[in-house]
Each structure stands twice: as C-alpha cells, then as structure tokens.
C-alpha cells in the first residue's frame, strides 16, 4: 500500500467503527454492509481538500482482479465526499479481506461505464433503485491494480 499520511476517521459513527472492526481483525470481520449479507471493502483515499487519509467501506464489486466503486450515496442528489477525493487523486488503496493492494482510479463513461454499471446492478440489485432516485447519472469508478 502506497498511500502515506494522516488518517482522519469518518464523522459518520457507522463508518468509522466499520473500517475500525475491519482493519482490526484484517479484514476476517465487519467485512459485510453493516453486518448484513452483502460483502465490502474498504478503500483509503486521499481527501480533495485535507490531504488527510480517508477510509470508506464500499459495496465489493469485482471482476477479473478490477473493482468498481459506484458513487451512489444512496440515491441522492449529490455525490459522496469520497468522489472528490477519486478525482482529486486518483490512486487509492483497497483492501478486500486480508488482501491490500494499490489501484489507478477512473471514472467510466459509455459502453464501459453500461457493462461495469450492469455488473454492479448484478451483483447489488439496489443501485438500481438508488439511481432511480436521483436525476444525477451516478459515477462508477474503475480501480485498476497499479502492479
């Protein structure tokens, strides 16, 4: 992991003690959405603003070693703070279980934006509702491995 800095945890309580129980156990616990069934990952990106290290428990969405982060916010008419920080600087670390690596971050649009879009739709059926929530066309992120 490549990132360097300091790391300032979320305001939200959920948040931080998620990636908190996460990173203490390496990953083996709080490794689903708020204890449910669907699986997370947790990604640290450098703030747009701050420079400060932010951490962020994201829906899994892998495919072939790449990984989609989907701006959804839940469906809201503004973007996640986390946006900003992907394309202020896009490189972040990602860490899905015990595994941690380092990826290039681009937001897709098109025909690549529609396949990683439906892919994620797949493998969590509700951004879809979250999109039909909002007018904004929600950001999908493409997190490629940088080695």
Same mark, same amino acid.
């Given at each position: ?39 997370? $990952?947790?990604?640290?990106? *450098?703030?747009?603003?701050? @420079?400060?290290?932010? /951490?962020?428990?994201?829906? +899994? #969405? ?24 992907? $394309?202020?600087?896009?490189? *972040?670390?990602?860490?899905? @279980?015990?595994?941690? /690596?380092?990826?290039?971050? +681009? #937001? ?40």
């Amino acid at each position: 992991m490549t990132l360097q800095g300091t790391y300032v945890p979320s305001k939200a309580g959920w948040v931080r003690d998620q990636v908190a129980a996460f990173e203490a156990s390496n990953g083996a616990e709080a490794n689903t959405l708020q204890g449910g069934p669907h699986p997370i $990952v947790v990604i640290t990106s *450098v703030g747009a603003k701050s @420079g400060n290290l932010r /951490k962020n428990p994201v829906m +899994r #969405v892998e495919r072939d070693g790449k990984y989609v982060a989907i701006a959804s916010k839940g469906g809201a008419d503004d973007q996640p703070e986390w946006y900003y920080n992907f $394309v202020a600087h896009p490189e *972040v670390d990602l860490q899905d @279980g015990p595994v941690k /690596k380092t990826y290039s971050v +681009r #937001v897709l649009t098109g025909d690549e934006r529609a396949d990683w879009w439906q892919h994620a739709v797949d493998t969590w059926s509700t951004y879809a509702s979250y999109q039909k929530k909002t007018e904004r066309e929600i950001p999908v992120f493409l997190l490629e491995p940088t080695s």
